[in-house]
């Protein structure tokens, strides 16, 4: 199945961000799709065809920058996009330092989201 716009996967263990940002990525023109856990989207046929990747850092079972580490030992260099409810100002700087696209504290704005976007998915 070929999805007329970049396809966004979220993975994020909170229901209301799984609800709420496939919403607002519709929205700002993306094909969306949520996952619960690193280990309900690995499997998924999701994975070949996401554009993008929003990850929550602290997750049960796979952590976010754990399932980073793992696309990219698979050869998947998706641009990823961290968020978190953690207040500490050392993740983002390491998660960057990892390849990470951007990291937006929760709650963040519309605005700080499409700006991670652009980041990840330049226009063509």
């Known amino acids: 199945m070929k999805l007329a716009h970049p396809l966004v996967s979220i993975v994020d263990d909170d229901e209301s961000v ?5 919403d607002l990525l519709k929205e700002l023109g ?5 996952f619960s856990s690193a ?4 499997p998924s046929d999701y994975v070949g065809q996401t554009r993008c990747l929003i990850l ?7 952590t976010g ?8 030992r698979r050869g998947q260099r998706i641009p990823t996009i961290f968020i978190t409810a953690l207040k500490d100002d050392t993740v983002r ?3 960057i330092e990892q390849g990470a696209v951007d990291c937006l504290f929760k709650p963040f704005t ?4 499409q700006e991670a976007l652009n980041s990840a998915l330049p226009p063509d």
Not at 18 to 22: D, F, G, K, T, V
Not at 56 to 62: F, I, L, T
Not at 110 to 113: G, I, K, N, T
């Open 110 to 113: 519309e605005d700080a989201l």
């Open 65 to 72: 920058p754990e399932l980073h580490l793992e696309l990219l």
């Open 93 to 95: 700087p390491r998660l």
């Open 39 to 42: 280990e309900e989207f690995l």
């Open 18 to 22: 799984r609800e709420s940002l496939p």
């Open 56 to 62: 929550d850092v602290a997750m049960p079972g796979m």
């Open 30 to 34: 993306f094909s969306a799709k949520a």
